[in-house]
T-cell receptor
């Protein structure tokens, strides 16, 4: 079965810490995406990547960066965590164009910044 | 700005009834449409995709697309309490562009 694995289900970090959220997919998908989901705001795209070492900004990239050194792994980095980054973070991947097959989501990381 | 609009709900239906979930989109060039189901505290899972005008059926689920009206819907027949979840509609242009999601409709099926 196709899998997107996010390393942590729940995470609590302090304000100002550098935070790494890891996402690994085992499907040889080219495309990977990071979203955050907040009540009333829906899913908001942070960054995405269509190939190794490539990255594109989404709708809300401020305060975040990403790394894609290997095809299967896409990391989201919070450079200096702030309380307004408390959220559910969802990683997704797609085989080929997203318009063809949609996304497969990971199980999510619920991050709390205190 | 590309937008996908959904009524947030909650939409309450009795067990065994048909639940009708609706979605409109702003970008006329959108080609592909997806319905995701998300249980509370879980991640979204894909339940239906539709690419052409008309109806597409899969078990108790039917997706409907009307590109002229820029309207997508999801019908759930014989609704069960286990169908209670938030349903997300997503649209995509052709090519390598990310999906655009609506904020979701919360469905509650009452036993």
């Amino acid at each position: 079965d196709v899998k997107v694995t996010q390393s942590s289900r729940y995470l609590v970090k302090r304000t100002g810490e550098k935070v790494f959220l890891e996402c690994v997919q085992d499907m040889d998908h080219e495309n990977m995406f990071w979203y955050r989901q907040d009540p009333g705001l829906g899913l908001r795209l942070i960054y995405f990547s269509y190939d190794v070492k490539m990255k594109e900004k989404g709708d809300i990239p401020e305060g975040y960066s990403v790394s894609r050194e290997k095809k299967e792994r896409f990391s989201l980095i919070l450079e200096s965590a702030s309380t307004n980054q408390t959220s559910m973070y969802l990683c997704a991947s797609s085989r080929g164009s997203p318009s063809d097959y949609g996304y497969t989501f990971g199980s999510g990381t619920r991050l709390t910044v205190v | 700005q590309k937008e996908v609009e959904q009524n947030s709900g909650p939409l309450s239906v009795p067990e065994g009834a048909i639940a009708s979930l609706n979605c409109t989109y702003s970008d006329r060039v959108s080609q592909s449409f997806f319905w995701y189901r998300q249980y509370s505290g879980k991640s979204p899972e894909l339940i239906m995709s539709i690419y052409s005008n008309g109806d597409k059926e899969d078990g108790r689920f039917t997706a409907q697309l009307n590109k002229a009206s820029q309207y997508v819907s999801l019908l759930i027949r014989d609704s069960q309490p286990s169908d209670s979840a938030t349903y997300l509609c997503a649209a995509s242009n052709s090519g390598n562009t990310p999906l655009v999601f609506g904020k979701g409709t919360r469905l509650s099926v009452i036993a």
